[in-house]
Protein backbone atom coordinates (compact mmCIF):
# COMPACT_ATOMS: atom_id res chain seq x y z
CA UNK A 1 0.00 0.00 0.00
CA UNK A 2 2.92 2.45 0.90
CA UNK A 3 4.18 2.11 -2.82
CA UNK A 4 0.98 2.91 -4.15
CA UNK A 5 0.10 5.43 -1.87
CA UNK A 6 3.70 7.22 -3.20
CA UNK A 7 3.42 6.49 -6.84
CA UNK A 8 0.54 8.06 -6.73
CA UNK A 9 1.29 10.98 -5.07
CA UNK A 10 4.07 11.70 -7.83
CA UNK A 11 1.54 10.73 -10.45
CA UNK A 12 -1.04 13.40 -9.35
CA UNK A 13 2.11 15.74 -8.44
CA UNK A 14 3.71 15.08 -11.99
CA UNK A 15 0.14 15.71 -13.58
CA UNK A 16 -0.19 19.52 -11.25
CA UNK A 17 2.81 20.51 -12.87
CA UNK A 18 2.02 19.82 -16.65
CA UNK A 19 -1.89 21.19 -15.85
CA UNK A 20 0.03 24.21 -14.37
CA UNK A 21 2.07 24.69 -17.15
CA UNK A 22 -0.54 24.68 -19.32
CA UNK A 23 -2.71 26.69 -17.29
CA UNK A 24 0.17 30.13 -17.12
CA UNK A 25 1.12 29.56 -20.69
CA UNK A 26 -1.30 27.65 -22.98
CA UNK A 27 -4.49 28.57 -21.57
CA UNK A 28 -4.32 32.17 -21.11
CA UNK A 29 -4.55 32.27 -24.84
CA UNK A 30 -7.64 30.19 -24.96
CA UNK A 31 -10.24 31.43 -22.25
CA UNK A 32 -10.67 34.30 -20.12
CA UNK A 33 -8.58 35.38 -17.13
CA UNK A 34 -11.50 34.07 -14.62
CA UNK A 35 -11.32 30.60 -16.46
CA UNK A 36 -7.31 30.48 -15.95
CA UNK A 37 -8.05 31.51 -12.23
CA UNK A 38 -10.72 28.45 -11.93
CA UNK A 39 -8.03 26.22 -13.64
CA UNK A 40 -5.55 27.32 -11.13
CA UNK A 41 -7.63 26.61 -8.53
CA UNK A 42 -8.02 22.98 -9.37
CA UNK A 43 -4.27 22.83 -9.78
CA UNK A 44 -3.09 23.91 -6.72
CA UNK A 45 -5.61 21.47 -4.74
CA UNK A 46 -4.19 18.59 -7.08
CA UNK A 47 -0.57 19.18 -5.78
CA UNK A 48 -2.08 19.97 -2.06
CA UNK A 49 -2.66 16.60 -2.09
CA UNK A 50 -0.09 15.30 -3.78
CA UNK A 51 1.85 16.22 -0.83
CA UNK A 52 -1.00 15.14 1.60
CA UNK A 53 -0.53 12.04 -0.09
CA UNK A 54 3.31 11.79 0.50
CA UNK A 55 2.76 12.67 3.94
CA UNK A 56 0.42 9.32 4.11
CA UNK A 57 2.27 7.32 2.18
CA UNK A 58 5.56 8.18 4.65
CA UNK A 59 3.69 7.15 7.80
CA UNK A 60 4.67 4.17 9.69
CA UNK A 61 2.62 0.81 8.50
CA UNK A 62 0.45 0.26 11.22
CA UNK A 63 0.31 3.52 12.01
CA UNK A 64 -3.59 3.66 11.54
CA UNK A 65 -6.51 1.75 10.62
CA UNK A 66 -7.87 3.80 8.22
CA UNK A 67 -4.87 4.88 5.55
CA UNK A 68 -6.08 2.97 3.23
CA UNK A 69 -9.67 4.69 3.20
CA UNK A 70 -7.87 7.99 3.13
CA UNK A 71 -5.71 7.03 0.21
CA UNK A 72 -8.70 5.83 -1.29
CA UNK A 73 -10.72 9.40 -0.71
CA UNK A 74 -7.86 11.18 -1.72
CA UNK A 75 -7.92 10.00 -5.00
CA UNK A 76 -11.52 10.69 -5.17
CA UNK A 77 -11.80 13.71 -4.14
CA UNK A 78 -8.89 14.80 -6.24
CA UNK A 79 -10.72 13.46 -9.77
CA UNK A 80 -14.05 14.68 -8.55
CA UNK A 81 -12.91 17.82 -7.76
CA UNK A 82 -9.90 19.23 -9.65
CA UNK A 83 -10.93 17.50 -12.86
CA UNK A 84 -14.04 18.83 -12.83
CA UNK A 85 -12.77 22.02 -12.32
CA UNK A 86 -10.32 22.08 -15.60
CA UNK A 87 -13.33 21.02 -17.55
CA UNK A 88 -15.70 23.56 -16.44
CA UNK A 89 -12.89 26.37 -16.90
CA UNK A 90 -12.58 24.91 -20.55
CA UNK A 91 -16.56 25.17 -20.78
CA UNK A 92 -15.92 27.83 -23.72
CA UNK A 93 -13.85 26.09 -25.65
CA UNK A 94 -16.06 22.77 -26.60
CA UNK A 95 -20.28 22.62 -27.34
CA UNK A 96 -20.44 20.43 -24.12
CA UNK A 97 -21.27 22.25 -21.76
CA UNK A 98 -19.62 21.17 -18.51
CA UNK A 99 -21.95 22.97 -16.45
CA UNK A 100 -23.94 20.37 -15.99
CA UNK A 101 -21.24 18.02 -14.07
CA UNK A 102 -20.44 20.96 -11.81
CA UNK A 103 -22.59 18.97 -9.15
CA UNK A 104 -19.10 16.60 -8.73
CA UNK A 105 -17.00 19.46 -7.85
CA UNK A 106 -18.65 19.87 -3.99
CA UNK A 107 -18.75 16.23 -3.98
CA UNK A 108 -15.06 15.94 -4.47
CA UNK A 109 -14.21 18.17 -1.99
CA UNK A 110 -16.16 16.38 0.79
CA UNK A 111 -14.30 13.38 -0.15
CA UNK A 112 -10.99 15.79 0.19
CA UNK A 113 -12.23 16.73 3.62
CA UNK A 114 -13.19 13.28 4.66
CA UNK A 115 -9.42 11.87 4.37
CA UNK A 116 -8.28 14.76 6.19
CA UNK A 117 -10.46 13.86 9.00
CA UNK A 118 -9.98 10.39 8.54
CA UNK A 119 -6.08 10.88 8.85
CA UNK A 120 -6.76 13.19 11.85
CA UNK A 121 -8.92 10.60 13.48
CA UNK A 122 -6.08 7.87 13.25
CA UNK A 123 -3.41 10.63 13.86
CA UNK A 124 -5.52 11.04 17.48
CA UNK A 125 -6.14 7.64 18.21
CA UNK A 126 -2.33 5.69 17.30
CA UNK A 127 -0.52 4.47 19.80
CA UNK A 128 2.35 5.24 17.71
CA UNK A 129 2.33 8.84 19.15
CA UNK A 130 2.12 10.00 22.65
Known amino acids: ?10 LLGMLA ?13 LVDAQAVATF ?4 RYQMYHAFFLFALGLLPEGFMKSKKTAFVCTVIGVILFSFS ?19 VTPIGGLFLIAAWALTGYGILKSKMIK
Open 1 to 10: MKKTILVTAC
Open 40 to 43: ETGV
Open 85 to 103: IYLLSLNTLVEFDFAVIGI
Open 17 to 29: VVFGAFGAHGLKK
